[in-house]
């Protein structure tokens, strides 16, 4: 598991006093100020977010260090990281995006379906994008209960019962 998380993203600025529209990946979008400070890939930190509204696509944000419109433009797509100790503890059934990526998909019988590439939402559910050995395509499981009765984040590994021909080469002969 990695000791940071993706909580949210810059949408870019919002009017021209250096404020941002904000997209939160959290299960309570505001909840993304009380994880502060905030963290890039590239290794900036902001230590202070102040939610200021709301638009039809997420939030608008102060956010320490950023004064002007050029400054909120240039971080149009960032991604912003949370330290996971700053986070809440989830529910034996939830699991954070970040520590499926990478764990090994196998079948009810044991055979290997693939590794976990992303965690995807499309606004229909939850989809794991799988790379499957000697495959060039990656493959879309979709994150339910019947289709991935088991999670185990100690063992590294997932159990996926997947539904009849999204693995056409398993064949029940």
Known sequence: MTDRVTVGSIGGAFGVHGEVRLKSFCAEPAAIADYAPLYTEAGQTFAQIVLTGQTNNGLTARV?????????????????????????????????????????????????????????????????????????????????????????????????????GLFPEMRDD
């Open 64 to 164: 320490d260090g950023i004064v002007t419109k050029e400054d909120a433009d240039g971080l149009k797509g960032t991604v912003l990281l949370a330290d996971r100790a700053n986070l809440p503890a989830l529910p034996d059934d939830e699991y954070y995006y970040a520590d499926l990526v990478g764990l090994t998909v196998l079948d009810t019988g044991g055979a290997t379906l693939g590794t976990v590439k992303s965690v995807n939402d499309h606004g229909a559910g939850d989809l794991l994008e799988l790379i499957v050995p000697g495959q060039s395509e990656t493959v879309l499981l979709p994150f339910t209960h019947a289709a991935v009765p088991t999670v185990d984040l100690a063992s590294g590994r997932i159990i996926a019962d997947p539904p009849d």
